[in-house]
């Protein structure tokens, strides 16, 4: 594995991104920030223990059908629990790359009401994108590469590196992996 982000630039950037995130959100009272299962979980922890806004927290995860599913096609694997009608929610999510999910769960929040939805994304793949999608609060932008740790994984593994890593293709020779 080699190194693409270390903890230090983790830890600054996420308290720059916090930084940002309490300024455009403090006048509101309503901020609900909603994590995406389960790579976004050490990227929101640190996050919101940097934030003095008012917020509530809750999840969201989701999972594609299989071999069938046409882009966008997504399967709610856990759904909020906290309504989100006229509600500030700021969606936290560990990686963008071809943004088909992440544009079914973002219109689904607003069609349910909110009263605004950002995203906050740590990792930017843009190269990979196929659905354009608006990152309000961007971490960092990365080359299509698969990467690990900070709560992103292959097959359940490196989720809990301190830092994000660039997986060696000896480890992925199977296949392609899903990030998260």
């Given at each position: 594995m080699r190194v693409l982000v270390t903890q230090e630039d983790l830890e600054r950037r996420v308290g720059e991104l916090a930084a940002e995130i309490d300024r455009?959100?403090?006048d509101s009272d309503r901020l609900l920030c909603v994590g995406v299962l389960k790579g976004s979980v050490f990227f929101m922890v640190d996050?919101?223990?940097k934030l003095t806004v008012p917020l509530a927290i809750d999840f969201f995860q989701t999972s594609s059908y299989g071999a069938s599913t046409t882009p966008g096609e997504v399967r709610i694997r856990k759904d909020v629990d906290l309504p989100v009608r006229?509600?500030?929610?700021?969606?936290?999510?560990?990686?963008?790359?071809?943004?088909?999910?992440?544009?079914t769960i973002l219109g689904l929040l607003r069609f349910r009401g909110a009263r605004s939805v950002r995203l906050c994304a740590l990792l930017?793949?843009?190269?990979?994108?196929?659905v354009e999608i608006q990152i309000d609060y961007r971490g960092f932008e990365i080359?299509?590469?698969?990467?690990?740790?900070?709560?992103?994984?292959?097959?359940?593994?490196y989720r809990n590196l301190p830092y994000i890593a660039v997986l060696d293709?000896?480890?992925?020779?199977?296949?392609?992996?899903?990030?998260?």
């Open positions: 455009d959100y403090k996050l919101l223990k006229g509600k500030d929610v700021l969606l936290i999510e560990d990686i963008v790359d071809t943004g088909h999910t992440l544009n930017d793949k843009k190269e990979a994108r196929e080359e299509n590469l698969f990467v690990v740790g900070y709560g992103l994984d292959f097959d359940e593994h293709g000896a480890d992925t020779a199977a296949g392609v992996p899903s990030p998260s």
